[in-house]
């Protein structure tokens, strides 16, 4: 890394996080530049997280304005400001984001992701994106890696008890500490379109189920026009049918997607704090892990479940591209 | 199966106590009230500090100075203001946090940061009957344990490791590791110029033959009367690095196998331009004592960067005279903190000339900083985990669902695609001296070993009491107490000088000595076993306790390095893995994660009762070749403990 030193003030404020990842790591982190989509409580927590680690700027989009519901999980926003005059989800979560370290460049973009153009994301190291929908998580994923520079692309969403993380560091290469060796060590990455074409008859079979299920929703939610997360209990019996076909497309038996899961996270269509703390912090630290080149990253979903208390890892990828 | 509804419902009229307002109490006090908790109360003892905003994220620059406790409530408050949040600023180890007063609470969740504090709540969960949640975490791994009493174990069922020690003789005369240099500038050299004089201190190494030495070192160090204060600390540095190295080395029996180290006098490693220099960029008056720097004064701008030995050199002497012009008043009063600039100067030039003179690395300010603050790292992504899990077990133990409770561990490499691990707990220790009536052994010479080593090596160190009650069947041997009057007073003094078998009633070979920490509602048996001879490296307290026994793991460094001479008592540190006043929360001491093969840990070849001893135990990874390993889970008893039904 070339040298400019951390100040005073950031050895001071960064002491403790020094100690785990090394000066050269923080001086990555305050040259990176993130942008987020959808102001989620996962989110919310994803984002202070990494305003206190100290990166260079944050860029918060989401022009919806407050609503009950985005209030339940996200401590951004105070409640005598949510009967905002004008003022979207992410001009309120920016002002509070702000505080939290001064260090750290915090802003709001209008508009559209769809309508923005790819020198727009070239701006960035890391993209977020939460409450998307699947057309537009799969278009993301292709601007950004369209781009000559890599940026890292992550979606995440959390339902019920339940949490999800997607990860696309395309080529990526890092350097792997075990005791006193160094390993340099390199991944490739499928984009979000590959990853969840991956046909499930040729998945493993302990693959979490989360994933099954997400996506049933998931392409419920796509067919139906519906915004990311507005499924309900009352379309149970409608996503039941979009699971069958689903299934039956894929060639798998029906036991892939247990309906009493289904049924679940539609009744808790909302989210849970504590999963969005889980959530917002296992992405945090792999953004960190990212922007400084440093640890296993993890390839390529994550899946919590509150209700077994597993923090999983699946690797979603095509064994053999070719079929 | 539980659904988010019925978590609500468990949630709302739930009274819960918080203890620790840091790094994972900031988190778990979000979580807590997004989560829908109403009735939270919190206690911390601490004041906010700069190197706390990088992830305790309810506070800001303007807070630093305040109580945690305080300005969490109302930062939370901010975004939840309907919930009623009850802070307390002060010590949980304060009487008026009593049973009562634990009784109060559904559940008890702790974010703390010392072994003694956690042992002091674990036992008044106990005795009070409430379900704790108890957490930690360093760096990237952390855990999350549920203690239910009668259904799961205590916090303390797992022996904690010891803090670790080191010979007296490895940190005054023969240091092979740069921690050793910075306990004898810390605990000895610090201690001796500016902490409390009467405190014993092992300093001055003595010459084999001169008896009178301690009589001339007493005022060594005593600044004479208009002694000019570049001189004073030119004399304490030519005598602390080179005299006493000199001395040391005259005793050629030492050396035999060693390195011979470099005495070191000012006159050979300053010359006197740079002494002059020294103070010279001293500038604008500093307002506060913590701010007074020698690092400013001499224009060093990079706590990072090695300095040389020069350029440590003048930080000792530069940092040794602030101290007299700038804070002459603290002057016999100050103790160690990792929070005083000036002292963490002083202490590591101080560490690091010595280091010089005996061939070991040097390091950073930074890096020194870090091992006498016995620093634990920490980052806001893992507290955050940490606190999420936290709050899910909580709700489980509020709706008594104990089958569903877990511990959980956050891993920095993945287990079985597990970065987050749930097991199930275990049941409560049958030997465990804190959760069960089973009376301790300690093995003892009863000849030679006083009561006060009993009570500081036993009582204190290792049963955690604070404030001890010893008695042998209703005879008192023994209280701490502010009630107690004066004859009271110098009868117990007169006993903790007497052997064990001197003793008003005499403690011998079979008797059963109990002891008691009301405050912690704590009562043990120890029954005692005569035994004549110890192990001076082995067993440097002179005696041994069996039944639940301290985790004899030391990690990476196990082999003692005491030469044999003068090791009969170990010199305690702050240095050890799991300790008091680390700043932060925890280093999680019941997780041991490491991503190579461990070799089963050394047994002292006298500790025969084996049943107790942790093992460790593989754990498959189908992914990689990785093997975590825990002790906490991998008790060679594992197999006889049963799984809760």
């Known amino acids: 890394m070339d040298g400019e030193e951390l100040t005073e003030q950031e050895t001071a404020l960064y002491d403790r996080q020094i100690r785990v990842w090394g000066a050269d790591a923080q001086r990555r982190l305050s040259k990176s530049h993130v942008l987020v989509h959808g102001m989620a409580g996962s989110v919310a927590e994803f984002c202070k997280n990494i305003v206190l680690a100290g990166v260079g700027s944050l860029t918060l989009v989401d022009d919806r304005p407050v609503t009950e519901g985005a209030l339940t999980a996200n401590f951004l926003i105070l409640p005598d400001e949510s009967v905002s005059n004008g003022k979207s989800l992410a001009d309120l979560c920016r002002d509070s984001l702000k505080e939290f370290n001064p260090m750290v460049r915090v802003s709001v973009e209008k508009g559209d992701l769809l309508s923005f153009g790819e020198e727009f994301y070239d701006k960035f190291d890391v993209v977020v994106v939460s409450c998307c929908p699947l057309a537009t998580k799969k278009l993301i994923n292709e601007k950004c890696r369209k781009l000559s520079k890599r940026v890292a692309f992550y979606t995440v969403d959390c339902r019920d008890l339940c949490g999800e993380i997607f990860v696309d560091l395309q080529k990526y290469k890092y350097t792997k500490k075990k005791l006193d060796e160094t390993t340099e060590c390199e991944l490739q990455y499928p984009s979000f379109q590959e990853a969840v074409s991956v046909p499930w008859s040729m998945l493993p079979r302990k693959v979490s189920k989360l994933y099954f299920a997400l996506r049933v929703i998931e392409k419920f939610e796509e067919v139906e026009g519906r915004n990311p997360g507005d499924t309900y209990i009352e379309d149970l019996a409608a996503v039941l049918q979009m699971k069958k076909e689903l299934c039956e497309a894929q060639s798998v038996s029906e036991s892939h997607v247990p309906n009493a899961l289904l049924e679940r996270l539609l009744m808790g269509a909302r989210e849970f704090p504590p999963v969005c703390a889980v959530i917002g912090g296992i992405l945090g630290q792999e953004v960190i892990k990212a922007i400084s080149g440093k640890g296993d990253p993890l390839k390529n979903f994550f899946f919590f479940d509150a209700m077994d208390g597993k923090g999983i890892i699946e690797d979603i990828v095509n064994p053999n591209p070719e079929k | ?645």
């Open chain 2, 1 to 645: 199966m539980a659904s988010l509804l019925q978590y609500h419902d468990a949630i709302k009229g739930a009274k819960v106590l918080m203890v620790g307002a840091g790094g994972i109490g900031c988190e778990l006090l979000k979580t807590l009230a997004l989560s829908g908790f109403q009735d939270i109360h919190i206690i911390d003892m601490d004041t906010i500090e700069v190197s706390n905003l990088n992830r305790q994220f309810l506070f800001r620059q303007s807070h630093v100075g305040q109580s945690k406790a305080k300005v969490a409530r109302d930062a939370v408050l901010r975004f939840r203001p309907h919930i009623n949040i009850t802070p307390y600023h002060a010590n949980v180890k304060d009487s008026s946090f009593n049973v009562e007063f634990f009784k109060e609470y559904d559940v008890v969740l702790n974010g703390l940061d010392n072994l003694d504090a956690r042992r002091h709540v674990n036992r008044l969960c106990l005795a009070a009957e409430v379900p704790l949640v108890e957490s930690g975490t360093t760096g990237f791994l952390g855990q999350v344990t549920v203690h239910v009493k009668g259904k799961t174990e205590c916090y303390e069922c797992q022996p904690k490791p010891a803090p670790k020690t080191y010979p007296v003789c490895t940190i005054t005369s023969t240091p092979s590791k740069f921690v050793h240099c910075i306990v004898w500038a810390k605990d000895l050299l610090f201690a001796k110029l500016f902490g409390d004089k009467n405190q014993e201190n092992d300093l001055n190494v003595h010459a084999n033959d001169s008896a009178n030495a301690s009589e001339q070192t007493q005022d060594v160090f005593e600044r004479r009367k208009d002694e000019d204060i570049e001189q004073y600390g030119r004399r304490i540095y030519d005598h602390v690095f080179g005299y006493n190295i000199e001395v040391a080395l005259s005793n050629e029996e030492t050396w035999k196998n060693r390195n011979r180290p470099r005495p070191m006098y000012t006159r050979d490693i300053l010359h006197d331009n740079s002494i002059e220099q020294n103070g010279n960029v001293v500038k604008g008056g500093p307002t506060d004592g913590l701010s007074v720097s020698a690092m400013t004064s001499l224009g060093l701008k990079n706590p990072q960067d090695v300095w040389s030995l020069v350029e440590n050199s003048r930080i000792f002497l530069e940092s040794l005279k602030l101290f007299f012009v700038k804070r002459e008043k603290e002057i016999g009063s100050l103790t160690f903190d990792k929070d005083d600039q000036l002292a963490v100067e002083f202490v590591s030039a101080a560490a690091n000339i010595r280091a010089a003179s005996f061939g070991i690395p040097l390091h950073s300010l930074f890096e020194a900083k870090g091992i006498a603050g016995n620093i634990v790292h920490a980052v806001a992504t893992t507290n955050a985990v940490i606190a999420g899990l936290i709050v899910i077990e909580a709700i489980k133990v509020l709706r008594k669902d104990a089958e569903s409770y877990r511990m959980t561990y956050c891993l920095e490499h993945p287990s079985r695609k597990m970065l987050l691990m749930p097991v199930e707990p275990f049941e409560p220790n049958k030997s465990c001296c804190v959760c069960s009536d089973t009376p301790l052994t300690l093995e003892v010479n009863t000849q030679r070993s006083k009561l006060r080593d009993f009570v500081e090596k036993i009582v204190k160190a290792k049963l955690g009491m604070n404030s001890p009650i010893i008695m042998i069947g209703s005879v008192l041997l023994y209280e701490v107490g502010d009630d107690l009057d004066e004859g009271m007073i110098a009868n117990y003094n007169a006993n903790l000088e007497k052997m064990l078998c001197e003793l008003p009633t005499p403690v011998t070979g079979g008797t059963m000595i109990s002891v008691e920490d009301l405050r912690q509602e704590f009562t043990c048996n120890v029954y005692i076993k005569h035994r004549e001879v110890f192990d001076e490296e082995k067993e440097p307290d002179g005696m041994v306790l069996f039944g639940w026994t301290q985790a004899p793991i030391e990690k990476n460094d196990n082999k003692a390095n005491g030469n044999g001479e003068t090791a009969s008592n170990a010199l305690s540190t702050e240095l050890s893995e799991v300790q008091k006043d680390a700043e932060v929360e925890e280093i999680s001491e019941d997780t041991e994660i490491i991503g190579k093969k461990r070799k089963l840990p050394e047994m002292p070849s006298s500790v025969k009762d084996s049943s107790n001893q942790k093992d460790v135990q593989k754990i498959d990874d189908d992914d990689e070749d990785d093997l975590v390993m825990f002790d906490h889970l991998d008790d060679a008893n594992m197999v006889k403990k049963k799984r809760l039904q």
